[in-house]
């Protein structure tokens, strides 16, 4: 009897706790939800994530502010978001440099892009862009190949050792004889202000921050590492210009794992429905960016296999972070 009476306690307890964690992810969010973002102020992956923040916000009742927390090609940031409470109310987004190149590169990274986060969906892919200052002398790859061999090799610029723009540049190197230089810069925006004052003559960034100064003619596009875009469909690919490259680039918003699937669920739904506002797909496709929404689920499974898939190509291209 007294067994009997000690399990029913014991039963009741659990009820009791679940019935107030369940009041708890009902009343989600009861306060305002930071969207903590690896990315520099006023880079693309920046205009992304306060484009998102303002408009899932108005859908979650809350309001998202946004946290920039640079370095080490955005896997400071990363780390934070991942060891922050897992309640909802930090929230992030991840480009292939955080959560897919990172442990391809980095043999102590201090955390685990599939464990150590739940993955609430994609938000859209995108490639990288290959830039030059408005009056380097060459147009396109054949262009630049022929220069590199001309004298010293050619130094470019890339948001950090490791980067999407890193593997960009030394895949270049390897499969079209490009002689290059890399120079890491602290973030894409810094980078692109480099750029346009000259003190570098070319760069591979994230489109968001690319695009916008190629159409304005402040920087021009020799190449995209990745699919042709269509937000710059005149500038032709890798592949068409003959190095056999081309991979999908994901953004993917992620929250710190063990986040209660209720208010992952609010998290996605308010995310996916905000992608199909009606003038959504046309800002960010001006930031180079096409709207793909994929499931946390699925899109973790994506990544779990692209991760295996670029550790080979930085093993080829000699990519290693020590």
Known sequence: MKLRAMMLSLLALASVACSAHADDTADYPSKKI???????????????????????????????????????????GAQQAATSPPDGYTITIGGMTTHVLAPAVYPNLPYNPIKDFTTIGRIGTSSILLIATKDFPASDLRGLTELS?????????????????????EILSQKAGVRLQHVPFSGAAKLANDLMGGHISVGLVDMATGTPLVKDGKLKALAVCGGRSPSLP??????????????????????????????????????????????????????????????????????????????QVASDAKIEVK
């Open 34 to 76: 930071k969207m903590l973002l690896p990315f520099g102020a006023g880079g693309g992956g920046d205009v992304l994530g306060r484009l998102l923040a303002d408009r899932m916000g108005k859908r979650l009742g809350q309001t998202i502010y946004v946290e920039n927390r640079t370095g080490a090609a955005g896997t400071i």
């Open 149 to 169: 061999k001309k004298g010293e090799p050619i130094q470019y610029g890339s948001w950090g050792v490791g980067s999407t723009g890193h593997f960009c540049g």
């Open 234 to 311: 005149d500038v032709a690919s890798y592949k068409e210009q003959g190095v056999d490259f081309e991979r999908s680039l994901s953004w993917v918003m992620y929250a710190p794992a063990g986040v209660p699937a209720p208010v992952a669920q609010k998290i996605s739904a308010s995310l996916k429905e905000s992608l199909a506002e009606a003038d959504i797909a046309e800002k960010l496709l001006a930031l180079g960016i096409s709207v793909d929404f994929i499931a946390g689920d699925q899109q973790r499974d994506i990544n779990a296999r692209d991760i295996e898939a670029w550790k």
